[in-house]
């Protein structure tokens, strides 16, 4: 594919470029789980994918989105302001049950035995400790009723509760100079956040929904809540946090989605 | 400045150079239905809108306000992600555009010069007048109360959807817009909505040049 857009590009006009290249894109990322196991297939097992190099595999159309969503994230950033809550509303609005989002069918929620589930901490923190669920039920817990918001423009209302995110990066000795926190799931999903977010009054590693365990479905045990970011930039059924200085990228992060992701 | 050092030199030069600014101006003066900054903030403003409605209504369809979706053969972006890239890509082109063209508009005091003034009254003229058929092209350069409002609807429209994007973007940062548009949701809708007077808009504004070709002419060559 590469050699034949190439030549196109050489040869005829800019229409024509677009045109093509939107038709070979549209092709190639019709369905997201084909394009990403094409991209890992040519990646040579994916660690191009890590370091950002799948560029040179794409259109330079798709070149030049992606390195806009990067000037996009940088924007982001500059907007984000620490201080600023997300809001909260009354508990009238909670949605009961919250709907079940994820890249998979329901059927395909992972079952995870909350005795045997330890949460892994790694990268650029002092103490590399895993922690139980009663370790995290025993830290100051806090509540919120805010929006989450999906990438996919529908919002729903909902009451998490939780360990505070910067609480518990303070606790496990994180370098809170370091850029990003990285997620890993046990459904096979990933994704990774900017220090400054981590650190947001909102951010909380969530225990429990509407007073009660988080179910399987919602995320069961663990999922970080972020109300300053779009739903994909929070983790379900998550099993190890990392600190790093080092882009992480993410599971819709890799196939395009924008990395800062915030609202 | 220059005329006049250059005539102390050598006194034929002025003359010269006075008739060829003549010369020059004349036809100049004569090819200014449109100047070149509004051609250019023009037709980038119509490549702007079409990435921007194309790629929001693939955006519509991942989660659709009401029961229908957009084809997937008149949208852009291939999907989600894709058209998300194309619409945070193209937001840039319509806002930076958009900026330079209303400033420069003021600037040169062609906003009130041509949009201006405009009453009921003269809508509701030049609104029988074509309904019947009389109404007037005879002079390009001056705008009838419709076209003034309809161009003034447009603006007017394209400032809500930055505004209402600026809200689904970051709804947590813009939290007074945000209020302002009744929250998230409300946002969504007034996205919407402005998105379809827009489209509505641009089918009346490309029927009328249909019917009137040599506006597109003046619009791209200038006269």
Redesign the interface.
């Known amino acids: 594919m590469k050699p034949v857009k190439r030549s196109i590009i050489t040869t005829v006009n800019g229409d024509a470029v677009l045109k093509d290249a939107?038709k070979i894109?549209?092709?190639?990322?019709?369905?997201?789980s084909r394009r990403a196991f094409l991209q890992r297939s040519l990646t040579l097992g994916g660690v191009a994918l890590l370091s950002g190099c799948t560029l040179s595999d794409e259109s330079s159309i798709d070149t030049?989105?992606?390195s806009?969503?990067r000037f996009?994230d940088r924007a982001?950033g500059l907007?984000?302001?620490p201080t600023?809550?997300?809001?909260t509303y009354p508990d009238s609005m909670v949605a009961r049950p919250f709907r079940f989002n994820a890249f998979y069918a329901e059927s395909e929620v992972p079952e995870i035995d909350g005795d045997d589930w330890r949460l892994e901490v790694t990268g650029l923190v002092a103490d590399r400790r895993k922690w139980t669920l009663n370790d995290l039920r025993s830290m100051p817990q806090q509540e919120q009723i805010t929006?989450h918001?999906?990438?996919?423009?529908?919002?729903a209302v909902g009451k998490w509760s939780g360990v505070p995110f910067a609480y518990f990066l303070k606790r496990v000795g994180a370098d809170m100079s370091a850029k990003y926190v990285g997620f890993k799931c046990s459904d096979d999903y990933f994704t990774s956040i900017d220090m400054a977010t981590a650190l947001h009054p909102q951010t909380n590693l969530s225990l429990r929904y509407d007073g009660k365990e988080l179910l399987p479905r919602n995320g069961y045990p663990l999922k970080l809540r972020i109300?300053?970011k779009l739903g994909y930039k929070n983790p379900k059924h998550i099993r190890a946090i990392y600190v790093t200085n080092t882009y992480p990228g993410g599971y819709?992060e890799d196939?395009?989605?924008?990395w800062f992701g915030?609202? | 400045m220059e005329r006049i050092s250059t005539s102390t030199v050598e006194p034929a030069e002025p003359q010269t150079s006075a008739v060829g600014d003549v010369a020059r101006a004349e036809p100049g003066q004569k090819a200014s239905i449109h100047p070149l900054w509004l051609r250019a903030t023009h037709w980038l403003n119509a490549t702007a809108v079409v990435l921007m409605v194309t790629s929001g209504w693939r955006i519509y369809n991942a989660s659709p306000i009401y029961g229908t979706r957009f084809p997937n053969e008149v949208t852009l972006g291939g999907w989600l992600g894709g058209a998300l890239q194309w619409h945070f890509a193209a937001m840039w082109l319509l806002v930076a555009n958009g900026l330079i063209y209303l400033t420069w508009n003021v600037m040169v005091g062609r906003f009130r010069r041509k949009f201006l003034p405009l009453d009921a009254a003269g809508v509701w003229r030049d609104l029988r007048k074509a309904l019947s058929g009389q109404l007037s092209h005879a002079d390009p350069r001056q705008y009838n109360s419709l076209q003034r409002l309809a161009y003034l609807v447009a603006i007017a429209d394209v400032t809500l959807l930055v505004l209402s994007g600026l809200v689904l973007w970051k709804s947590v940062q813009f939290h007074v817009l945000r209020e302002l548009l009744g929250g998230y949701e409300g946002a969504r809708l007034v996205h919407f909505y402005a998105m379809a007077t827009l489209v509505a808009f641009t089918v009346g504004h490309v029927l009328m040049v249909a019917l009137v070709p040599r506006t597109l002419i003046a619009m791209v060559r200038g006269r």
């Open positions: 939107l894109v549209s092709r190639r990322i019709e369905q997201p030049a989105l992606e806009i969503s996009n982001q907007l984000f302001d600023r809550l997300a809001p929006r918001i999906c990438i996919e423009g529908w919002s109300p300053t819709w196939q395009g989605y924008n915030g609202s």
